[in-house]
């Protein structure tokens, strides 16, 4: 079985300061896991993603995380907000014994004040 | 460009009809998804198909019926039997082969909502 919790289901930042979006996951089996982001009434694109390489990913618009197994996380962050990346961001896990079937966290949504 | 084409963006429907949405895809990818999207909920899965003319059921998969007769086709109809349809829809898909991290291409969405 697999989970992933968001631990905040909302987070607000100021322009050119740091996000830092949390996730948690559990798998039995070695993960795979994602960041996607969801601008409004759009689809989901690819942030970012782990499959047992480099512990750190680094993603497009800046973002970057970092797998840890021991804590079982993969935060999403990134150095300097830019209003541009208000959206709802999704942290995924998936597995080869899952049949390389997404499990979904609940998502995050962030707010860039200027 | 390839992609996944979800038509259409907004649909309205009676309580007690049957809707098809439809998700089109020319990358070549065998496998096709669909999930539900409700507010703070993240993404469900409603059905799902590996290969042509075989599916699954998801999770949430009461109320819902698919068919994937062709490799780029996959519409979901949303019956009468599913109670609460009001919802964002997403279809996705991915080559379906190779073992894990194959990206995900999703769909644009499909706003469904009941009057």
């Known amino acids: 079985a697999q989970s992933v919790t968001q631990l905040d289901s909302h987070v607000s930042v100021s322009e050119g300061t740091p996000v830092l979006l949390r996730c948690n996951y559990s798998s039995s089996y070695s993960p795979s896991l994602f960041w996607y982001v969801q601008h409004p009434n759009k689809g989901l694109q690819l942030l970012l993603k782990y499959t047992s390489a480099a512990t750190l990913v680094k993603g497009i618009n800046g973002f970057e995380a970092e797998f840890k197994k021991s804590e079982t996380s993969f935060h999403l962050t990134k150095p300097s907000a830019h209003m541009s990346d208000a959206a709802e961001y999704f942290c995924?896990?998936?597995?080869?014994?899952?049949?390389?079937?997404?499990?979904f966290g609940g998502g995050t949504r962030l707010m860039v004040k200027p | 460009d390839g992609g996944i084409t979800q038509s259409p963006k907004y649909l309205f429907r009676k309580e007690g009809q049957n809707v098809t949405l439809s998700c089109e895809q020319n990358l070549n990818h065998d496998a096709m998804y669909w999930y539900r999207q409700d507010p703070g909920q993240g993404l469900r899965l409603i059905y799902y198909?590996?290969?042509?003319?075989?599916?699954q059921k998801g999770d949430i998969a009461e109320g819902y019926s698919v068919s994937r007769e062709k490799k780029e086709s996959f519409p979901l109809t949303v019956t009468s039997a599913q109670k609460n349809p009001t919802a964002f829809y997403l279809c996705?898909?991915?080559?379906?082969?190779?073992?894990?991290?194959?990206?995900?291409?999703f769909g644009s969405g499909t706003r469904l909502t009941v009057v």
């Open positions: 995924v896990v998936t597995n080869n014994n899952a049949g390389n079937m997404l499990t």
């Open positions: 996705a898909s991915n080559p379906g082969t190779g073992g894990v991290g194959h990206g995900y291409t």
């Open positions: 198909s590996q290969i042509v003319n075989d599916f």
